[in-house]
Structures are given as structure tokens and as C-alpha cells.
């Protein structure tokens, strides 16, 4: 169950440490961060603090997310920012982005992240993505997931974009959690955000 937005020491500095980590990605080359979260109310508070970053260096931000976290964020959200603050946010249903009839197809679901940042193309403010990756009780979808993440790196680094990619513990396998390090320079848990060492650039 999420639990309500508070202001403890370990957010305080996850807070902070993340604020700062993006703002370099930003005069940088962006940054595609693999998230794999275990404490809900941790990964509520992060998904607040980069929405709140990128909305406040003018950028928008597509939040691709769960139907049953979907209400805790965007009350905590209308906490923080403005009525035209929030313009600046796209909320997405995760299962509507990523799967299409119960299966996910790497193709389509491909086509539906350029058509989102295609209008931001070489555009300054630009957008940000936060997306919370599922795919239902199929553990076999897992390998596509993956394979998309290798394609979506590419097109992070091409465009700069700072794009959080997030994953429950608990439903990824030690095999899978190894490919997607892999293919995201920067991997973030509930109270650290640091370089992958794993990652190795496709192209």
C-alpha cells in the first residue's frame, strides 16, 4: 500500500541527491536510469522528486504509471505544484503503453515512445519520462522487456532525454535485472542513484 508523502532524513537526501543528479544529466547528455525499487512509499517520494525537478527547469514530464498508484501520486503531486505547474504533466496508463491484447510488442510499444517525443525533438525546455514498467502475470514477457529497454537506450542517448525506467524487485529475475544494467547508464534504488557499472553501449 503507498503510504503518504512525508519529509524523513532518507528522503531528505534522496531528495537532494537526485535534484542534483538530474540537473547534471540535463547540461549533459541526458540519462536513462534503471530504478528497481523495493519500499513503495521510497518509490512514491522519488517519482515526486523527479517529476517536481524536471516540471521546475521548465521541461514537461510524461509520467507512464499504474492505475492503482496512479491517485497517491497525483494527490501528492497537487500538494507541491501549481494548477499551471501541472499542465506540464502527461499521465499514462503503464498497461496501455506496454501491452497491447495481454502481450507486449517491442514494435509498437517502440512507435508509441517516439510519437511521445517527437514534438520535443531538439526542443529546449524538452521532456522527461518517469515510466513504472509491468506486464501482468506473464513471466515470459520479461526477454521483450528487455529487448525494447536495449532499443530505448539508443533512442535516449540520441535525443538527450533523462528517462527513469522503474521495476518492482521482486518481479525481475537476476538474469533480466543483469540485461537491463546492461542497457541503463545509471542505475538508481530507494536511496542511491549512481553510474551503472554494467552498462555497455549497443551502438
Known amino acids: 500500500m503507498f503510504r503518504s508523502f512525508c ?5 531528505s537526501y534522496m531528495h537532494k541527491f537526485i535534484s542534483a543528479s538530474v540537473k547534471r544529466m540535463r547540461e549533459g547528455d541526458g540519462g536513462h536510469i534503471f530504478y ?6 521510497a518509490y512514491l517520494n522519488n517519482a515526486v522528486t523527479f517529476i517536481l525537478e524536471g516540471v521546475n527547469a521548465g521541461d514537461d514530464v ?10 497517491a501520486l497525483q494527490s501528492k503531486l497537487n500538494e507541491v505544484l501549481t494548477e499551471k505547474q501541472q499542465k506540464k504533466i502527461h499521465y499514462m496508463n503503464n498497461f ?5 491484447n495481454g502481450n507486449f510488442h517491442i514494435h509498437k510499444v517502440q512507435n508509441y515512445f517516439s510519437r511521445l517525443i517527437e ?23 520479461q526477454d521483450e522487456v528487455a529487448k ?21 524487485a521482486d518481479r525481475i529475475c ?12 545509471f542505475l538508481m534504488t530507494d536511496n542511491n542513484l549512481v553510474p551503472c557499472e554494467r552498462y555497455k553501449k549497443l551502438s
Open 7 to 11: 519529509i524523513t532524513r532518507s528522503f
Open 36 to 41: 528497481k525499487f523495493n519500499d513503495s512509499e
Open 62 to 71: 510524461a509520467v507512464i504509471e499504474s492505475e492503482r498508484i496512479m491517485p
Open 96 to 100: 496501455q503503453f506496454y501491452l497491447f
Open 119 to 141: 514534438p520535443y525533438e531538439g526542443e529546449i525546455p524538452g521532456i522527461r519520462t518517469w515510466a513504472h514498467v509491468e506486464w501482468g502475470e506473464d513471466s515470459e514477457l
Open 148 to 168: 525494447f529497454e536495449e532499443i530505448a537506450d539508443e533512442m535516449v542517448s540520441e535525443n538527450k532525454l533523462i528517462s527513469v525506467c522503474a521495476y518492482s
Open 174 to 185: 537476476e538474469k533480466i535485472e543483469d540485461r537491463l544494467q546492461r542497457c541503463h547508464p
